[in-house]
Nanobody
C-alpha cells in the first residue's frame, strides 16, 4: 500500500527557511512524478514544485529561486527546501505522487510564516 507522510512544517518568521520531507512507503522511482502542493487558508490546493522520474524539476513562478525540490532514493524521500519564506507561503503543504493510473496524497504538514 502506498503511503506518503509529510513532515517538517512549523512556524517561522518572514525570511526564514524550512525543509519539508515526504517519506514514501515504496520506491519513489515507481512514480512518474512526485510533487508538493500548497493550500492556503480558504483557497484551493495549488502546485508548487515537482520532480519527474527522470529528475526534471518544475516550479511555480512564485517559488522559483526560493524553493528547491530534491530526492533521496536510498530512503525513498522527497524534500522541499523552502528559503526566503513569505507570509503568503503560509498554509498546508501536501505531497503528491502519481503513476500511470493512480494519484496518491499525503496528509499534509502545516507551515506558518509570521510577518
Amino acid at each position: 500500500q502506498v503511503q506518503l507522510v509529510e513532515s517538517g512544517g512549523g512556524l517561522v518568521q518572514t525570511g526564514g527557511s524550512l525543509r519539508l520531507s515526504c517519506a514514501v512507503s515504496v520506491n519513489i522511482f515507481e512514480f512518474n512524478t512526485i510533487g508538493w502542493y500548497h493550500q492556503a487558508p480558504g483557497k484551493e490546493r495549488e502546485h508548487v514544485a515537482s520532480v519527474n522520474v527522470g529528475g526534471r524539476t518544475d516550479y511555480e513562478d512564485s517559488v522559483q529561486g526560493r524553493f528547491r525540490i530534491f530526492r533521496n532514493g536510498a530512503v525513498n524521500t522527497v524534500y522541499l527546501q523552502m528559503n526566503s519564506l513569505k507570509p503568503e507561503d503560509t498554509g498546508t503543504y501536501y505531497c503528491r505522487a502519481n503513476d500511470l493510473s493512480m494519484v496518491y496524497w499525503g496528509q499534509g504538514t502545516q507551515v506558518t510564516v509570521s510577518s
